[in-house]
């Protein structure tokens, strides 16, 4: 039952670099373990990228790993996607996601249902 929004989505050229932001109001974000997917039109939601509540194990998809960045400032109720060096593979529509109860770890937590609060997305448009 968390409520996240997401921002920081645009229209960018390849090879730039671009920060999401995740976000919470009125219920702490520090409990959870969090991550990043990412739905392409006529394609499935795949996984991004996870941290743990505490900010341990970032876990990353093979196709971003080395170039995105998963981070959180829970004294902000934030969590962070730095992406870098950006491809027009990576347009999509992101989304971030919480994973209850609390402090659950989210080591092998890649797939959509291990994940029960998400927010409506923020898109990201990469152009050649």
């Known amino acids: 039952q968390v409520q996240l929004v997401e921002s920081g989505g645009g229209l960018v050229q390849a090879g730039s670099s671009l920060r999401l932001s995740c976000t919470t109001s009125g219920r702490t974000l520090r409990d959870f373990g969090m991550a990043w997917f990412r739905q392409a039109p006529g394609k499935k939601r795949e996984f991004v990228a996870a941290?743990?509540?505490?900010?341990?194990?970032?876990a990353y998809a093979d196709v971003v790993k080395g170039r995105f960045i998963i981070s959180r400032d829970n004294d902000k109720n934030t969590v962070y996607l730095q992406m870098n060096n950006l491809t027009p593979e990576d347009t999509a529509l992101y989304h971030c996601?919480?994973?209850?109860?609390?402090?659950?770890?989210?080591?092998?937590?890649?797939?959509?249902?291990?994940?029960?609060?998400w927010g409506q997305g923020t898109q990201l448009t990469v152009s050649s």
């Open positions: 996601a919480a994973r209850t109860p609390r402090w659950r770890s989210v080591v092998g937590a890649i797939q959509p249902d291990d994940y029960s609060s």
């Open positions: 941290v743990e509540w505490n900010g341990a194990n970032p």
